[in-house]
């Protein structure tokens, strides 16, 4: 499965909440996944709902990355083995945990020159 990202370039998240994420002075709903090919609308609402499939930017921005955080929603829960697996598959450890701390790690890795890439999942 092919995407398609909605702008190019790894933005740093700004805010997170009520829903959505601003990054790039531009407010996404829903959930999202950054990585340095871009960042793209991410259709889970909870962790359940997370797939091998839904993971595809991801696995396709291998090589362009060497850390995975995803942010979990209001707490930290793990991944469906299904989705676990098709990453370790691809020798990706995520480090998951709530969405807030997966923000914060992802800007701090950001500022670093660190090459990360992330999925959140959005809170209200």
């Not at 871009?38 to 091998?52: A, C, D, F, R």
Request: aromatic residues 8%; contains cysteine.
């Amino acid at each position: 499965m092919s995407t398609k990202p909605r702008f190019k370039g790894q933005p740093a998240v700004d805010a997170y909440g009520d829903g959505g994420f601003r990054l790039a002075e531009q407010r996404f709903e829903g959930s999202v996944i950054v990585t340095p090919l871009g960042l793209y609308p991410w259709m889970p609402k909870s962790v359940e709902e997370i797939t091998p499939v839904s993971l595809a930017p991801i696995i396709e921005a291998i090589g362009h990355f060497d850390f995975v955080i995803i942010g979990s929603g209001e707490t930290t829960l793990r991944l469906p083995a299904d989705a676990r697996r098709r990453l370790e598959s691809q020798a990706i450890f995520p480090d998951v945990m709530a969405t807030g701390a997966a923000c914060r790690t992802y800007n701090l890795m950001l500022s670093e020159n660190r090459r990360v890439a992330a999925a959140f999942i959005a809170v209200v």
